[in-house]
């Protein structure tokens, strides 16, 4: 096969590679990636509430409004919820003690909502980068530099690039 631009090298992967890979799904899955939620969380925030928080500032940055039916469709499709316990997270994150979103109605539609995050919401989400990088360094001490690198420049290729590129 010659290269192309969706596969510079050529070779198609073989099953053996995709078994390789799939042997890495749960334990990235559940072990990595559902204890990073609990870690953003800082015992404040259940995983769902953590996904909100990041949905809003990686989908629409500091100020942005986002479709509170995006949220329902995002958080059904991660952790199979219902819009009532979507309904329950947001109540709770824009209700104090938390006060972390606001919501509006749609002035463009009066049947629909909009979600943003307030200036405790964005405060918020700074401690969970924080509390995601301190994480990251305590999980990832025996690869250097460079290995991150690969292994983010595979991720970027595989699946586009992070959502809190430049930042």
Avoid: C
Avoid at 74 to 89: A, C, G, I, P, Y
Avoid at 118 to 124: E, L, M, S, V
Avoid at 161 to 167: E, I
Wanted: net charge neutral; hydrophobic share 40%.
């Amino acid at each position: 096969m010659p290269p192309s631009k969706t596969n510079p090298a050529g070779h198609a992967p073989t099953d053996a590679s995709f078994l390789d890979l799939l042997g890495f799904f749960y334990p990235i899955h559940y072990r990595i990636g559902m204890a990073l939620e609990r870690r953003m969380g800082q015992g404040r925030l259940s995983r769902q509430q953590v996904a909100i928080i990041w949905l809003i500032e990686s989908e629409v940055g500091a100020h942005g409004w986002i479709r509170r039916k995006l949220i329902e469709q995002t958080l059904n499709d991660w952790f199979e919820t219902r819009n009532s316990h979507v309904t329950q997270f947001l109540r709770d994150l824009s209700s104090p003690p938390l006060s972390m979103v606001t919501q509006k109605t749609n002035p463009d539609s009066a049947r629909e909502k909009l979600v943003a995050l307030t200036d405790a919401g964005r405060d918020y989400f700074e401690t969970m980068v924080g509390a995601a990088l301190e994480f990251f360094r305590e999980l990832l001490p025996h690869l250097s530099d460079q290995e991150l690198r690969d292994g983010i420049r595979f991720l970027g290729r595989a699946f586009g690039p992070p959502t809190l590129a430049g930042r």
